[in-house]
C-alpha cells in the first residue's frame, strides 16, 4: 500500500509517499502556484496547483518504480468544509478563487473516487499533535494550536476529538475581524480582502508590513533614534506585490527577529503591537471552548521564541480573562515546536479511508 499525502502550505509545500506502517518512502518541496511569488490570478490557480502535483507524484512513482497509490491525502491552505469545498486559499491564490469543490477535482484528476481525503491544514496539524508531539506536551486532549507564520490558522479539540462545527470550520480565528481601527496597517489588507482579520495584523506577513510601515512613520517624525539601525535596513526592502514579494517580507522578519532579541525598542513595539489582536482573540476562543491550552507554532512565532510568548502572556494579563487567575493565564499558552502536518494527515487518511486507528 502507497498513501500519497500533500502538505500545501503558504510557506512551503511537500508532497510525500508513505507505505502502510506510517515510513516516509520518498519526500519532496513542491514548487506550487501562489500570488506572492508572481503568478497571476489568471492562470486559474487551483487547477494548476492540481495539475503540477499530479506530474510530480507520477515522477516520482516512475523513478522509485511504484505502481500507482491507494489514497491521496490533502492538507489544504485554507477551510475546507466537510463535503471538500475549499472555501478559499487567500495566502497561496489570492481572493479570486472561493468555494472550489477541491475534493471533486481531486478525485477526478487522479482517478481516486472515494479514497481521497481533503482537509483544513490546521486540522492535519491537530491530528498530527496528538499523536507525534514529543511527551513534554502533556496535553493532549484538549487544547487549540495556532500557527502563527504568512497567516494564521487554529483547531481546538476537545477530549481527543477535533471541532469542527456545522460545516467543518469551528475555531478558526485568522479571519475574525477583531483589529481596532488604531491596528490596521495602513495600505495592507488580509489575504482574502479585509482590513480588520486578525491575519491582518498578526501574521507574519502582516509583522513584516507593520514593521515598514512603522519604520517609514519614525524615520518621518524622527523617533526611534536608537532604532536607526534597523530602520534604514528595512526601509531598503520593498514590501510591492512582484516575484520576490514573498521573500522580500521573510527578509525584513529576518532583520525583525535579530533586533527584537537584541532589545531594540522599534521593533519590540511593532511586535507588542502584532500580538495584542492575537491575545484578544484566544481570549475569545477560551471563553467560548474553554480547551485551557493553547499551543503556538508556525515559523514566525517559534522564530520569535520565548520573547513572543512573554509578550503574548502580558497581553492576556492586561486583557484578563473571566474566572482565571494570574497562574491560570501563564498557563495557559506555550511555545510549540516545528512539525509537518504531514503525518497528521496521514493519520486522517487511514482512519476515514482504511478504518484503521493509527
Known amino acids: 500500500m502507497v498513501i500519497a499525502i500533500v502538505e500545501h502550505g503558504g510557506t512551503q509545500a511537500l508532497l510525500a509517499l508513505f507505505n502502510e506502517k506510517g515510513e516516509i518512502i520518498k519526500q519532496c518541496v513542491l514548487d506550487l502556484p501562489n500570488i506572492n511569488r508572481g503568478w497571476s490570478v489568471n492562470d486559474n490557480l487551483p487547477e494548476k496547483t492540481i495539475e503540477i502535483i499530479y506530474n510530480k507524484l507520477n515522477e516520482l512513482c516512475k523513478n522509485f518504480k511504484i505502481n500507482g497509490i491507494d489514497a491521496l491525502g490533502y492538507s489544504g491552505p485554507g477551510p475546507v468544509t466537510k463535503e471538500g469545498t475549499l472555501i478559499r486559499a487567500p495566502n497561496v491564490w489570492g481572493n479570486a478563487f472561493n468555494n472550489i469543490q477541491y475534493l471533486k477535482l481531486l ?49 481546538c479539540v476537545n477530549n481527543g ?35 480588520h482579520c486578525l491575519e491582518a495584523g498578526s501574521s507574519g506577513n502582516a509583522n513584516a508590513h507593520r514593521c515598514f510601515w512603522e519604520a517609514k512613520q519614525s524615520l518621518k517624525q524622527d523617533t526611534f533614534i536608537e532604532s536607526s539601525e534597523i530602520i534604514n535596513k528595512i526601509l531598503q526592502i520593498s514590501t510591492l506585490k512582484g516575484a520576490t514579494y514573498s521573500n522580500n517580507l ?86 510549540g515546536i516545528k512539525m509537518s502536518g504531514l503525518k497528521g494527515i496521514f493519520v486522517i487518511v487511514k482512519e476515514r479511508i482504511f478504518n484503521c486507528n493509527y
Open 250 to 335: 521573510i527578509e525584513i522578519n529576518m532583520l525583525f527577529n535579530e533586533a527584537v532579541h537584541k532589545k531594540d525598542p522599534l521593533s519590540l513595539y511593532v511586535l507588542k503591537k502584532s500580538i495584542n489582536p492575537l491575545a484578544r482573540a484566544i481570549a475569545i476562543i477560551e471563553t467560548q471552548y474553554n480547551v485551557g491550552k493553547f499551543y503556538l507554532i508556525g515559523g514566525f512565532a517559534l522564530g520569535m521564541g520565548q520573547i513572543f510568548l512573554d509578550i503574548l502572556k502580558n497581553s492576556l494579563l492586561e486583557i484578563g480573562i473571566v474566572d482565571r487567575n494570574i497562574n491560570d493565564i501563564n498557563n495557559l499558552v506555550e511555545l
Open 161 to 195: 476529538k477535533i471541532i469542527f462545527g456545522k460545516d467543518g470550520l469551528a475555531g478558526e480565528i485568522g479571519h475574525i475581524p477583531i483589529l481596532n481601527n488604531d491596528e490596521i496597517i495602513p495600505g495592507y489588507q488580509c489575504g482574502c480582502g479585509k482590513i
Open 107 to 155: 478525485e477526478e484528476k487522479f482517478n481516486l473516487h472515494g479514497k481521497v481525503v481533503l482537509e483544513n491544514d490546521m486540522t492535519a496539524a491537530a491530528a498530527g499533535f496528538m499523536r507525534f508531539a514529543p511527551k513534554k506536551f502533556k496535553e493532549r486532549k484538549n487544547f487549540c494550536i495556532i500557527t502563527v507564520s504568512t497567516g494564521i490558522g487554529s483547531k
